[in-house]
């Protein structure tokens, strides 16, 4: 495995060579099959992952039932960081496996332990936190300020083709759309 976690890590700061290996030290290999929900809602998880390959996407039940899709994780990034997916140790969102995810993970504790003993860890969890942060006002910004067509074309930007890998039905969800919308916006845009 050696430094294949940099792949990820190097995506939000530069980490040393000593800092990446007691990380690879630490971590534990984790894969998990399409469609399956890694982390429940109201459930304890204690670990911080750091996504290798496959997509991901964290959502909640709105009090219908229906699933509106928060975020989408892509390999070779990390997921949101423990203490924004948490409250009172007890996931706060569903964590679901789209594709097939491997996974490097770390128990959120020992993560914090190494973050002490190397001030670039704690450099990059505090960037990571600030991403996170970063992503969710200006998701929640759009979706408050921009039409539903404009919401599309900012996923496209920011996601060039996940549209084609998964369901039309998350991205709807994402958009804050039905899949109804979605199909005639995409229609429209395909023109």
């Known amino acids: 495995m050696k430094y294949q976690i940099q792949e990820i890590t190097k995506k939000i700061i530069s980490l040393s060579d000593q ?3 007691a990380l690879e030290e630490n971590i534990k290999l984790e894969t998990f099959t399409e469609n399956e929900v890694f982390i429940s ?59 097939k995810v491997t996974v490097f993970s770390i128990n959120r504790n020992r993560f914090h332990s190494l973050m002490n003993q190397f001030k670039d860890l704690e450099k990059f969890a505090h960037m990571s936190i600030q991403l996170e942060l970063k992503n969710l006002i200006n998701k929640e910004s759009d979706l408050i300020s921009l039409s539903a067509k404009k919401r599309l074309l900012g996923f496209r930007k920011k996601f060039p083709q996940l549209e084609q890998l998964i369901s039309h039905s998350h991205i709807a969800s994402y958009l804050g759309i039905t899949t109804v919308s979605l199909s005639r916006l995409r229609a429209e845009l395909n023109k």
């Not at 109201?42 to 959502?59: A, L, T, V």
């Not at 989408?72 to 496996?97: E, H, M, W, Y």
């Open 41 to 99: 809602l109201n459930e304890p998880n204690e670990k911080e992952y750091f996504i290798y390959e496959g997509i991901c996407r964290s959502f909640l039940n709105t009090s219908s039932g229906a699933e509106a899709t928060l975020q989408f994780f892509l390999g070779k990034s990390i997921l949101s960081p423990n203490i924004v997916r948490t409250d009172n140790n007890l996931s706060n969102q569903n964590v679901q496996a789209i594709t």
């Open 19 to 21: 800092t990446l290996l």
